[in-house]
Each structure stands twice: as structure tokens, then as C-alpha cells.
């Protein structure tokens, strides 16, 4: 991923999350909680399962299309960080060669049906994690996770890292500039080079915390909290959302609604 | 290397995450005792530092490809082992949310692999008794390339581990492990080599910063040894206990790592718990995960009209949910538009 991009992407789920919609007003810890549920349902699967799976896509797509995410950003960056789950699963169908369906003459192995699981799987649960930050504001989710009991000095760690972030990205980014400006080639491209530009880098951040910190004193930081402004409550709508959600959950992992769906359409067209 | 969901089942994950996240509490209740205001910016910042220095390549020398600093090392260098940890599993967690870098399932085994061997191990074992004191460029260089080694070759045999007990990829543990490992060196010696760079830049241009960090007085510095012992043993119970949890619920995967790692697939007629569990995971399941299972070589023994009622709710239901979100947002855009 080049610099610019991954700068660009992150700067566009930061503004994706301060949305306005009925999905960005939920609850920060309703959306966590579903989504950790999620995932563990997805991943529960057993490794030759792939159409009992296929219902779980209707709570990411209900999020996108409610959130007002646009599918394919989320399309382009589930295909950017898929390598190493191919990586790895590739080798099922290689490995794994005893014949698994039948379908129109055609024999299937076990490694592709397990191959299949395993991208079905990643691409829901990647999905699942980008739009849980491209709903809900950052710092929401820190607060969320800190409600639910996530030890203090972490959360307030991963606000800070999160604030900081862009500024610091800008400067890499500008190092990184200045530096092809003044290489052909390779040259310059090494690790000494590297090295002297990272070591400043990490100097000027120092002195960038020391800032910070001073100016933090002034604004009445204590106790290593940063003060929180503003009550989050959960709603009844949040209650809601939360039952509706783990009982389409339960459901969809309890009952193969793929397989009943398809034999019903079968018996249809038999009868 | 990120661990990646998919490739995970869910007790290898909750196992991970239990032990990720009794270590980040146990490193905040340290970090809490003796709490260094000024600590909780640097922390954010420097982590925000490892994100931005991850955005610089540079060329590995002698292969042309690109490489990129890990940072766990650095960090626990700097801030100590429980800063420098807590700091770490922050940048695992924005990499996990925003970047997708393996999932949030896998972010446990993340924060672990990848932070609490440099931190935890590397660092207080390795790093600090071979540096010492006061040290020069030449040790700061070994310690950092023999920490950095250490701590990859770990946090790789971790990977492998957590695939293995998976069960998810076909992958033979052998194969695998001799994939990863020699990988991961040349990624260690790389990542000590730009640690020793950085902390020597560092602690030539602006000696305080290191001397601080590594001294005495620094918040967090210096693991006390039975701490250490205590929080092993107790995450090798929760270990222990989550895996023993695992084989009972899932045989199958118990099977498959017995032959992988044996050479022969002995497994005794289950019993009990695990055999009434599979008998539901069969009348749920719509491809029962052991129907062709055991049938090496032979024929499919799958009934060939469940299968095609599968595929056939496998389009309707993938048909269905496009369907609903295009409706749901052709409609928004008629309101938006109207409004």
C-alpha cells in the first residue's frame, strides 16, 4: 500500500464515522458488543462449512447500506490485506484432495470447500471490523471499551495514538517526499539513510510529546485521565438493536436457513 | 507476520485475547502504582511515531525488496516493557481497525505475538542484560539484533502454533514451521539492525532521551523475575485450560494435529461430551465437516441433493441480502433527493 493511500484511507473512515445516520447514533458499546458477537459466530464455523455461513453477510451489509458506506471502499480494502489468508489457504486445496460435492459432473475437493470457508470467513470478519470504525467515532469506541472494562491508561493510550497519528503520518509523508525529491533509483534508499531520517523523526516527536504534555498541565489533565465531557446513555433503540441483532446471530448460527431455504425452493419447483 | 481471522478457530482466539488482555492489565496495574504523568503523552505519541516510521521503506540490502520497522523492540527500549507494551497493542489495535491487519478476532494473538515476546521476554532477558548500563554502539547492536531475533523467532512459532491448533489451514506444522522461521530470521536481524540505528541516533544526538528511558529511575523499568514467573505460569494455565477446552469441543481438530504432528492419524472412538457434540454439529451442519472426512481417497458420500439445495440457498440468500441493500439504498437516495 503506497503512503499516500494508506494516509487517505484512514483520513476517509475518520470522516466516514462522524456520519450522521441511524446506525452512527447507536450506542458505541451496542455496535462493539454486536460485532465481537459476530465475528465469534463467523469464526465458530467448522472448517468444511460455507453456505450456512452466507446468511452472517446480511448484518454487514445492513450496517453499510443504513451507515451510508460506500461498498466499494470496503470491497478495495478487504482485497488489499487479503495476501496471507490466501497465502496460507492456498495450500488446503493442494493438501487436502479427497473429493468433497458433485456438482453438475463436476468433483470438488475437500480443499477448495475449506479454502472457500476460509475466504467467506475473512471477508466477513475484515468487514465486519472496518465497518464497525467507519460507523462509530474513534474516540467512542475508546470510551466503549473502557465502559466495558478495558483497563483506563490502554484506552486513553489508543485516543492519544489515534490524535497523533495524522499529524505524524504528515510528517513521514513529507520526509518520504523529501527524500525521493533527492534520489534517483535506489540511492538514498537504504537503511543508513533510513536510519537518520527515522532517528529524527523520533527526536522531533520527543520534543512534540514534551509540548504536549506541558500544554496538557494547562488544561487540567490529572491523574492520567483525559476528562470526558458529555454522557453517553444507552437508549432503549440501543436495547433494541442489541436483541435484534444477537437473535438474528443466534439464529443464523443455530439454524442452516441456506439449506432450508434451498430445499424449500427445490420442493417448489418438484411439486 | 499478522495473524490473520479466518485462519483461526474461535477458542485458539478467545485464548489469545484472555492472555493479551490479563497482560495489558497486568502491564496498566504496574504502570498505575507509580504513574508518570508525563508517560501517558509520550506513550501515544511515540506509538503514533511507530505508525508513521512504518510508512518510510527502505531497501533491505542484497535482496532489493522493501522493508519496514516493526517497533516492539523499539518501544519497550524507550518507554520499558510495560509502557512499551501497552504502546505496542495500541498500534496492533488502529492496524487491526483501520488497516484490516488481520482482524479483530486475531488481534489478540497480535498483541502477542508481535508485543509481549519483544516486551516481555527480549527486552528484560535479553536486551537489557547485554547492553547494561552505559552502553556503546557496539552492544547497543547486539543486544538489539539478538533481542530482535529472539523475539521474531517466537512471535513466528507462536503463528504457527495458533494456526496449527486452528485447524482451519491444511498446512503440514513442518512444512510450515520451516516456511516461517527462516523467514522471520532474516526479518529479526532487519529489525535489529534498524532498532540499533534509530536508539544509536538517538543516544548520540540526544543522549537523555535513552539514558532516561533505560535507567533506574524510569517509570515501569526493570520486570522484577518472579513477577515474571507468576504471569507465565498462570497464562500457561489459561492456555492450557483453553486449548484442553478446545480438543474436547472440536475432536476433529484434535485429529488433524495429532496426524500432522505424529505422522499418524490414531485417535481413540470418542465418548461422552464430544461425541453428542458432534452428533448436533451433524444434524446442524449442512455439509457435516466429517461426511467426506472419512473417506480418504474414496467416494463423495455426500447426498448429492443436499448439496445442490445448498448452493441453491447459497445464491437466494447471497441474492436476497444484495438485493435488500441495493432496495434500501435506491430508496434513500429517491428520500434524499426529494428532501
Same mark, same amino acid.
Given at each position: 500500500?503506497?503512503?499516500?493511500?494508506?494516509?487517505?484511507?484512514?483520513?476517509?473512515?475518520?470522516?466516514?464515522?462522524?456520519?450522521?445516520?441511524?446506525?452512527? *447514533?447507536?450506542?458505541?458499546?451496542?455496535?462493539?458488543?454486536?460485532?465481537?458477537?459476530?465475528?465469534?459466530?463467523?469464526?465458530?464455523?467448522?472448517?468444511?462449512?460455507?453456505?450456512?455461513?452466507?446468511?452472517?453477510?446480511?448484518?454487514?451489509?445492513?450496517?453499510?447500506?443504513?451507515?451510508?458506506?460506500?461498498?466499494?471502499?470496503?470491497?478495495?480494502?478487504?482485497?488489499?490485506?487479503?495476501?496471507?489468508?490466501?497465502?496460507?489457504?492456498?495450500?488446503?486445496?493442494?493438501?487436502?484432495?479427497?473429493?468433497?460435492?458433485?456438482?453438475?459432473?463436476?468433483?470438488?475437493?475437500?480443499?477448495?470447500?475449506?479454502?472457500?470457508?476460509?475466504?467467506?470467513?475473512?471477508?466477513?470478519?475484515?468487514?465486519?471490523?472496518?465497518?464497525?470504525?467507519?460507523?462509530?467515532?474513534?474516540?467512542?469506541?475508546?470510551?466503549?471499551?473502557?465502559?466495558?472494562?478495558?483497563?483506563?491508561?490502554?484506552?486513553?493510550?489508543?485516543?492519544?495514538?489515534?490524535?497523533?497519528?495524522?499529524?505524524?503520518?504528515?510528517?513521514?509523508?513529507?520526509?518520504?517526499?523529501?527524500?525521493?525529491?533527492?534520489?534517483?533509483?535506489?540511492?538514498?534508499?537504504?537503511?543508513?539513510?533510513?536510519?537518520?531520517?527515522?532517528?529524527?523523526?523520533?527526536? *522531533?516527536?520527543?520534543?512534540?510529546?514534551?509540548?504536549?504534555?506541558?500544554?496538557?498541565?494547562?488544561?487540567?489533565?490529572?491523574?492520567?485521565?483525559?476528562?470526558?465531557?458529555?454522557?453517553?446513555?444507552?437508549?432503549?433503540?440501543?436495547?433494541?438493536?442489541?436483541?435484534?441483532?444477537?437473535?438474528?446471530?443466534?439464529?443464523?448460527?443455530?439454524?442452516?436457513?441456506?439449506?432450508?431455504?434451498?430445499?424449500?425452493?427445490?420442493?417448489?419447483?418438484?411439486? | 507476520?499478522?495473524?490473520?481471522?479466518?485462519?483461526?478457530?474461535?477458542?485458539?482466539?478467545?485464548?489469545?485475547?484472555?492472555?493479551?488482555?490479563?497482560?495489558?492489565?497486568?502491564?496498566?496495574?504496574?504502570?498505575?502504582?507509580?504513574?508518570?504523568?508525563?508517560?501517558?503523552?509520550?506513550?501515544?505519541?511515540?506509538?503514533?511515531?511507530?505508525?508513521?516510521?512504518?510508512?518510510?521503506?527502505?531497501?533491505?540490502?542484497?535482496?532489493?525488496?522493501?522493508?519496514?520497522?516493526?517497533?516492539?523492540?523499539?518501544?519497550?527500549?524507550?518507554?520499558?516493557?510495560?509502557?512499551?507494551?501497552?504502546?505496542?497493542?495500541?498500534?496492533?489495535?488502529?492496524?487491526?481497525?483501520?488497516?484490516?491487519?488481520?482482524?479483530?478476532?486475531?488481534?489478540?494473538?497480535?498483541?502477542?505475538?508481535?508485543?509481549?515476546?519483544?516486551?516481555?521476554?527480549?527486552?528484560?532477558?535479553?536486551?537489557?542484560?547485554?547492553?547494561?548500563?552505559?552502553?556503546?554502539?557496539?552492544?547497543?547492536?547486539?543486544?538489539?539484533?539478538?533481542?530482535?531475533?529472539?523475539?521474531?523467532?517466537?512471535?513466528?512459532?507462536?503463528?504457527?502454533?495458533?494456526?496449527?491448533?486452528?485447524?482451519?489451514?491444511?498446512?503440514?506444522?513442518?512444512?510450515?514451521?520451516?516456511?516461517?522461521?527462516?523467514?522471520?530470521?532474516?526479518?529479526?536481524?532487519?529489525?535489529?539492525?534498524?532498532?540499533?540505528?534509530?536508539?544509536?541516533?538517538?543516544?548520540?544526538?540526544?543522549?537523555?532521551?535513552?539514558?532516561?528511558?533505560?535507567?533506574?529511575?524510569?517509570?515501569?523499568?526493570?520486570?522484577?523475575?518472579?513477577?515474571?514467573?507468576?504471569?507465565?505460569?498462570?497464562?500457561?494455565?489459561?492456555?492450557?485450560?483453553?486449548?484442553?477446552?478446545?480438543?474436547?469441543?472440536?475432536?476433529?481438530?484434535?485429529?488433524?494435529?495429532?496426524?500432522?504432528?505424529?505422522?499418524?492419524?490414531?485417535?481413540?472412538?470418542?465418548?461422552?461430551?464430544?461425541?453428542?457434540?458432534?452428533?448436533?454439529?451433524?444434524?446442524?451442519?449442512?455439509?457435516?465437516?466429517?461426511?467426506?472426512?472419512?473417506?480418504?481417497?474414496?467416494?463423495?458420500?455426500?447426498?448429492?441433493?443436499?448439496?445442490?439445495?445448498?448452493?441453491?440457498?447459497?445464491?437466494?440468500?447471497?441474492?436476497?441480502?444484495?438485493?435488500?441493500?441495493?432496495?434500501?439504498?435506491?430508496?434513500?437516495?429517491?428520500?434524499?433527493?426529494?428532501?
Amino acid at each position: 500500500m503506497s503512503f499516500d493511500n494508506a494516509y487517505f484511507s484512514v483520513g476517509f473512515l475518520d470522516r466516514l464515522s462522524y456520519q450522521d445516520t441511524f446506525v452512527h *447514533r447507536l450506542d458505541a458499546r451496542a455496535k462493539v458488543i454486536i460485532t465481537a458477537a459476530f465475528l465469534l459466530a463467523v469464526i465458530s464455523f467448522p472448517k468444511y462449512e460455507v453456505s450456512a455461513i452466507l446468511p452472517f453477510s446480511l448484518l454487514p451489509v445492513l450496517l453499510m447500506t443504513l451507515g451510508d458506506i460506500p461498498a466499494g471502499f470496503v470491497l478495495r480494502k478487504i482485497l488489499l490485506v487479503s495476501p496471507f489468508a490466501i497465502l496460507v489457504g492456498i495450500f488446503n486445496p493442494v493438501l487436502d484432495r479427497a473429493a468433497a460435492l458433485e456438482v453438475l459432473g463436476l468433483t470438488i475437493s475437500a480443499g477448495w470447500v475449506s479454502f472457500f470457508s476460509i475466504m467467506v470467513k475473512f471477508t466477513l470478519s475484515i468487514s465486519a471490523a472496518l465497518l464497525l470504525v467507519a460507523t462509530t467515532s474513534f474516540p467512542g469506541i475508546c470510551n466503549a471499551l473502557q465502559r466495558l472494562g478495558v483497563p483506563g491508561i490502554f484506552t486513553t493510550q489508543l485516543v492519544f495514538l489515534y490524535r497523533y497519528m495524522f499529524v505524524l503520518m504528515e510528517e513521514a509523508m513529507r520526509i518520504v517526499r523529501a527524500r525521493d525529491m533527492r534520489s534517483f533509483g535506489q540511492r538514498g534508499r537504504g537503511v543508513r539513510v533510513f536510519v537518520r531520517l527515522v532517528g529524527m523523526l523520533f527526536i *522531533r516527536t520527543m520534543s512534540r510529546a514534551e509540548r504536549i504534555y506541558n500544554a496538557m498541565l494547562s488544561r487540567g489533565f490529572v491523574r492520567g485521565d483525559i476528562p470526558q465531557l458529555g454522557q453517553h446513555r444507552f437508549a432503549l433503540i440501543d436495547l433494541v438493536f442489541m436483541i435484534v441483532a444477537l437473535g438474528l446471530l443466534v439464529l443464523f448460527r443455530m439454524v442452516p436457513v441456506t439449506g432450508l431455504i434451498g430445499q424449500y425452493v427445490r420442493g417448489v419447483f418438484a411439486g | 507476520m499478522h495473524m490473520a481471522d479466518a485462519l483461526l478457530s474461535p477458542s485458539v482466539g478467545a485464548t489469545f485475547w484472555a492472555a493479551s488482555l490479563g497482560a495489558i492489565g497486568f502491564a496498566s496495574r504496574r504502570l498505575r502504582e507509580r504513574l508518570d504523568e508525563r508517560l501517558v503523552p509520550l506513550m501515544g505519541v511515540l506509538a503514533a511515531f511507530v505508525f508513521a516510521s512504518q510508512m518510510i521503506n527502505f531497501t533491505i540490502p542484497g535482496t532489493g525488496s522493501s522493508g519496514h520497522l516493526g517497533g516492539g523492540l523499539l518501544l519497550a527500549v524507550v518507554l520499558g516493557p510495560y509502557a512499551g507494551f501497552i504502546a505496542m497493542a495500541s498500534v496492533l489495535s488502529v492496524q487491526a481497525l483501520f488497516f484490516a491487519d488481520g482482524g479483530l478476532l486475531a488481534l489478540g494473538c497480535n498483541i502477542w505475538n508481535l508485543g509481549a515476546y519483544s516486551c516481555f521476554i527480549a527486552y528484560p532477558l535479553i536486551y537489557r542484560p547485554i547492553a547494561g548500563r552505559a552502553p556503546g554502539k557496539r552492544r547497543i547492536f547486539v543486544a538489539s539484533i539478538v533481542s530482535a531475533v529472539a523475539a521474531l523467532q517466537m512471535g513466528a512459532f507462536s503463528v504457527v502454533l495458533e494456526t496449527l491448533f486452528s485447524g482451519r489451514s491444511e498446512l503440514p506444522f513442518g512444512t510450515f514451521l520451516m516456511f516461517m522461521q527462516p523467514v522471520h530470521l532474516a526479518i529479526g536481524i532487519v529489525e535489529g539492525i534498524v532498532t540499533a540505528g534509530v536508539v544509536g541516533y538517538v543516544s548520540h544526538a540526544r543522549p537523555e532521551i535513552i539514558d532516561g528511558a533505560s535507567g533506574q529511575s524510569a517509570p515501569g523499568a526493570g520486570v522484577s523475575v518472579r513477577n515474571l514467573i507468576a504471569v507465565f505460569l498462570l497464562l500457561a494455565a489459561v492456555t492450557g485450560g483453553g486449548l484442553s477446552w478446545f480438543a474436547s469441543e472440536n475432536p476433529d481438530g484434535l485429529e488433524w494435529s495429532i496426524e500432522r504432528v505424529y505422522g499418524r492419524p490414531d485417535l481413540p472412538e470418542q465418548q461422552g461430551a464430544a461425541s453428542a457434540l458432534k452428533n448436533i454439529q451433524e444434524k446442524t451442519a449442512l455439509l457435516p465437516d466429517y461426511g467426506f472426512r472419512e473417506t480418504p481417497g474414496g467416494q463423495a458420500s455426500v447426498e448429492a441433493g443436499r448439496t445442490l439445495s445448498g448452493i441453491a440457498g447459497a445464491a437466494i440468500v447471497l441474492g436476497l441480502v444484495l438485493a435488500l441493500g441495493l432496495g434500501i439504498r435506491a430508496l434513500r437516495d429517491r428520500g434524499g433527493r426529494r428532501a
